[in-house]
């Protein structure tokens, strides 16, 4: 009941933000698929509009998704939406367009957005929960699986490895560990599925890796982790990515 409160809020919000500019509103993600976890998990959600958000409307956003953190401080930085225009939802494979996006650590800026967010849009398209407006099949062309497995694959191999050259704090080791796991899980399977779901399947198939990914979901609902010296989990976290990412290879 809370979190449908808190769902419907959000979105009478933003279309009184924008007006009838809103075409249509849909939840994806945890929260959608049935995965959700009310300490952790972010609410995800994607508003069509009939075109691109001005400066004067982001401004306006900017301020609506202040003031519903303020009035919800659990809440705040676990809101991610998508402001998309009708157009740019129809083209996304030929070329990216500006879109207006609020994420977790990001505030609401403009960036580009092309066939990079085909994952997301698979999503929406695949267990998107309607909140207004038509199904999303009309406004986002449609995407097989095979098209989505194969970005899943690409994607971690282009960019996931990354990671393991960075120094990753307690929470960003947790996030990767997980997102790895979701990654090999579609690799395999070639379908979707939540980061709890995925590390089950994990931890089956690979039991030498249990006890980091259970750390990883202890880590990941941890409200205060400064005891813990992210430099001394490092190491395990590189070979943990660089195993997944052999096993997609392969």
Known sequence: MEINTLVTSLADRLQEA???KVEGLYLYGSL???DFDPGVSDVDMLAVLGDG????ELAWLREMHRRFADENPEWAGRIEVQYV???ALRTFRERPSTIANISPGEPLHFIEAGPDWLMNWYFVLDHGVTLFGPPPSKFIPPISNEEFVADARAMAVENYG?????????????YVCLTMCRALYTSR?????SKKKAARWFT???PEWSALIERAFEWRSAPDLTHINPATTMPETRRFIRFVLTQIAE
């Open 85 to 87: 225009a009708r157009e």
């Open 32 to 34: 959608a698929c049935g």
């Open 18 to 20: 924008l007006g009838g």
């Open 53 to 56: 958000v001005t400066d004067e």
């Open 162 to 174: 990354k990671w393991a050259e960075r120094n990753l704090d307690c929470k960003a080791q947790s």
């Open 204 to 206: 089956a198939e690979f």
């Open 189 to 193: 399977t070639g379908k979707h599925a």
